[in-house]
C-alpha cells in the first residue's frame, strides 16, 4: 500500500462531519512537523483550521482544502461503511475519498518526497487546511485569510485539491469560478376566502408574471472564461394547505451563478427593478464573489505537471460550483483547483482510484518542481 492511500484510509476513518475536525488535522499536523514546516492552529467559532509553512522567504506557494465531510446519508445504502474505507477493486471506498481527504493526503505526501529532495528550496510552501468548507465557511479559510492579511501575509499561488477532474485525472483545471447570489423574496398579498376573492390579493398570481420574466432575461453572454450567468428557481412556497383559502404571502427562493461580465449589484438592481409594482420583501445573500486565473505561472506549472506525468493537456474551465478559493482570490493570489474524478463527490458510495491517488501525489510534487525550484517562475 503506498503512503498516499494509507494517510487517506487514517483521513477516511474519522467521521470529520462538518465542522467537526474529529483528529483529522492533529494527524496531518504531525506529518508536517516531521518535515520541519511550523505550525500554527486557529480556532474561530466552533472550526479548527490549520495554517502551516516550511520556509521564511517569499514567494509563497499554498496548498488549501479541507478535512470536513458531507453527511453520509443512509448508511445502508453503502456497499461499504462510508468511515469504514475499504479498497477494493482498486478503488478507495469511504466518504471523504474524493471531496477531498484523496487530495489532502495526496498533497502531504507530494510535499513530503519534494522536501526530502529539496530541504533547502527556495521561497515558502504552505497548507491552508480547514473544517468548515461543507459547511457554512464562515469560520475557516476566510477567516484564516483574514488572519494572514493582518500579519502581511501575501500568498502568490494556490493550489485547492477539489475533484476538478471529469473522465480522468487532472484532465481539467479550474482557474475560475462564477459568482453565487441568492435572493430570498416574500410578496405580500392580501389572504381570503376563495369564494369572495375581493379584498384578497393572491401572491401567486402576482408571482406569475413576474416568474416569467426573471427565467426568460439574459443576464448576460459570457466571455472567453465564463458561460452566461445563469438563474435556477430553488424553492417557492405559499398557501394554508386549505383548498378554499387565498393565501396571503409567497416566499420565492432563487440563485444566480454569474460570470464577471455582470456584478452582483447589477443583478440585484435589475431583479427589483421587476418588482416595482408588487409589494414586497427582498434580501440578498452573496456567497461568493467571481474570480479567475490567467493562464499565467500557476497554470503553466500546473498544466507542465500533468502533461509529464499524464501525458496530455488539461482543459480551464470554471463551470460547477463555488470553492474556498473565493475566499483567497481577492488578495491578489493566483487560484487554480483540480483533483480526483468528481463522479461520486456527496453520493453514497463515494470512491477514488488508488492509482489515481498515487498519480495525484505526484503530480502534487511535479508542481511544486515547476513552481518553487525554476528560476523563471519565481521573478514576480
Known sequence: MSRTTA???????????????FGCQELLTRRLQAIGFKI??????EVENLWATHGDKGPLFVFAGHTDVVPTGPEDQWRFPPFSPTLHDGFLYGRGAVDMKGSVAAMITGCERFIQQNPEHPGTIGFLITSDEEGPATDG???????????G??????????????VKLCDTIKNGRRGSLNGYLTIHGIQGHVGYPKPGNNPIHTLAPFLEKLCSTSWDSGNEFFQPTSLQVTNINSGTGADNVIPGNLELLFNFRYSTDVTSNQLQKRVEGMLSNCKHSLNWRNSGLPFLTKPGTLVAATQAAIDTVCGYTATLSTTGGTSDGRFIAPTG????????????????????????????????????????????????
Do not use: M
Open 153 to 166: 501575509t501575501k500568498i502568490d499561488w494556490c493550489l485547492v485539491g477539489e475533484p476538478s477532474s471529469r
Open 7 to 21: 494517510l487517506a484510509i487514517e483521513l477516511i476513518s474519522r467521521p470529520s462531519l462538518t465542522p467537526d475536525n
Open 40 to 45: 500554527e492552529r486557529l480556532r474561530f467559532g
Open 141 to 151: 479559510t476566510v477567516k484564516v485569510i483574514d488572519h494572514l492579511e493582518q500579519q
Open 333 to 380: 493570489a493566483e487560484v487554480i483547483e483540480i483533483g480526483p474524478i468528481n463522479e461520486t463527490i456527496h453520493k453514497i458510495n463515494e470512491r477514488v482510484g488508488v492509482e489515481e491517488l498515487d498519480q495525484l501525489s505526484i503530480i502534487y510534487e511535479k508542481i511544486l518542481e515547476n513552481i518553487v525550484t525554476s528560476p523563471k517562475v519565481l521573478v514576480k
